[in-house]
């Protein structure tokens, strides 16, 4: 059992990182929906968010940071999208690392919670 998680891991790296590295969730990026504004961004979250069947409250906001998520001392999530970047697949591959409680820097995030991240914002995968 412990093969077969680490192989499916593995695969799912994989897969994400070729995709990362291709550059096919900027392409996805630049054909997917533009966010106009917060008020559209706050409306897109709730959608997607069901979609992903998150039933938390998210609270949103643009920055000219990169995009991120994080918790408030409260233990709110908060999702930041770099304006420049304000597309329906950022919000998404965000929403997928709250889904996944990603929140860290470590080693964990960059190869397992990042590329699935990347996947579900690409493809839609939500492995
Ligand atoms: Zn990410």
């Known amino acids: 059992m412990k093969t077969y998680r680490f192989l499916k891991d593995l695969i799912i790296s994989y897969a994400g990182w070729l995709t990362y590295f291709s550059y096919l969730d900027d392409l996805v990026m630049n054909f997917s929906e533009r966010i106009r504004d917060e008020e559209h961004l706050s409306e897109m979250c709730l959608e997607e968010s069901r979609r992903l069947g998150l039933r938390e409250l ?9 995009s991120q998520v994080s918790l408030t001392k409260s233990g ?15 919000l998404r591959h965000e929403l997928k690392h709250v ?20 996947l579900y914002e690409t493809f839609g995968l939500d492995l």
């Open 58 to 66: 998210i609270l949103t906001r643009f920055t000219e940071d990169d």
């Open 99 to 118: 889904k996944n409680r990603a929140f860290g820097s470590e080693f964990k995030y960059f190869f397992e919670e990042e590329p699935r991240a990347i």
């Open 76 to 90: 709110l999530c908060r999702v930041h999208i770099n304006y420049g970047q304000a597309h329906r697949s950022v």
